[in-house]
């Protein structure tokens, strides 16, 4: 098999064909004006580091006045800042999502920039447009909607 000949993005995806709820907050606009991503296909070093970002962990602390006393806290993984970061690993780009006269997201590939600055563009949208772009993600990427 030639892996070289392998789809490795998903083309542009229209953000309301993915979600009903994004159709209805975009209204009727022109086909120029719809607001799209590419998204990426996730490789095996992007399942690794959201194998990592998702794994359960166990946090321990420690009082510093009373080191006998210990507390173990077992964390495991958001659901939500999972879909920020498998958005962050294949979001390839975006068009027609802007804060006034500046796109959402600084620079594309989205992880061309520091995941932090990822993460406040990321924090501010509508939960119904992050929903539809990480719906592109799931729909590129199959094998992460677990």
Not at 101 to 117: L, S
């Amino acid at each position: 098999m030639d892996l070289s000949k392998l789809k490795t993005d998903s083309g542009v995806l229209y953000l309301s064909d993915l979600s009903v709820d994004f159709s209805l907050l975009e209204g009727d606009v022109a086909q120029a004006d719809r607001a799209w991503v590419k998204i990426r296909r996730a490789n095996e070093r992007d399942d690794i580091k959201r194998a990592e970002f998702c794994a359960s962990r166990t946090m321990r602390y420690t009082s510093p006045s009373s080191p006998e006393m210990t507390v173990f806290e077992q964390v495991s993984a958001n659901p939500v800042e999972r879909a920020k970061f498998e958005t962050y690993l294949t979001l390839a780009d975006c068009g027609n999502l802007t804060q006034g006269d500046t796109p959402v997201f600084p620079e594309m590939p989205a992880v061309n920039i520091p995941f932090a600055v990822f993460e406040i563009a990321w924090n501010q949208l509508d939960i119904c447009v992050a929903e539809a772009i990480h719906k592109a993600v799931i729909a590129t990427n199959p094998e992460w909607n677990a």
